[in-house]
């Protein structure tokens, strides 16, 4: 099993920047795809991005310049680089695991149900 772990998460000011780590147990790269999440009060789960071995990262097109997404396979732990933070970037972050083989792959990256394993979450609060 995978247990993604977050941390990170923090006040910032809009313009500023923060990292979240998320720390997975298992040898998770190279084997499932690793994906941040969002969700704020009253709107539902937003995928960010999602980073799988020996491919590229992919986001979602609002944090497309201004977010990255890195891995250390070394670590087993997954980043989020986040800068020139908004105030509509605030939101608890979640790191999620999943096996997405097969055709589509990219596709299926942004679909909640394509993750197995969820971390518990860390907010991230932008003040303007």
């Known amino acids: 099993q995978v247990h993604p772990v977050e941390s990170g998460g923090g006040l910032v000011q809009a313009g500023g920047s923060l990292r979240l780590s998320c720390a997975a147990s298992?040898?998770?790269?190279?084997?499932?795809?690793l994906a941040w999440f969002r969700q704020s009060p009253g709107r539902e789960r937003e995928f960010v991005g999602a980073?799988?071995?020996?491919?590229?990262?992919y986001y979602v097109d609002s944090v497309k310049g201004r977010f990255t997404i890195s891995g250390d396979n070394a670590k087993n732990t997954v980043y989020l680089q986040m800068n020139s933070l908004k105030p509509e970037d605030t939101a608890v972050y979640y790191c999620?695991?999943?096996?997405?083989?097969?055709?589509?792959?990219?596709?299926?990256?942004?679909?909640?149900?394509?993750?197995?394993?969820w971390g518990q979450g860390t907010q991230v609060t932008v003040s303007s």
């Open positions: 999620a695991a999943g096996l997405i083989v097969g055709a589509n792959v990219v596709d299926r990256y942004p679909q909640s149900k394509s993750y197995n394993y």
């Open positions: 298992g040898r998770t790269f190279g084997v499932y795809t």
């Open positions: 980073i799988r071995a020996g491919g590229s990262p």
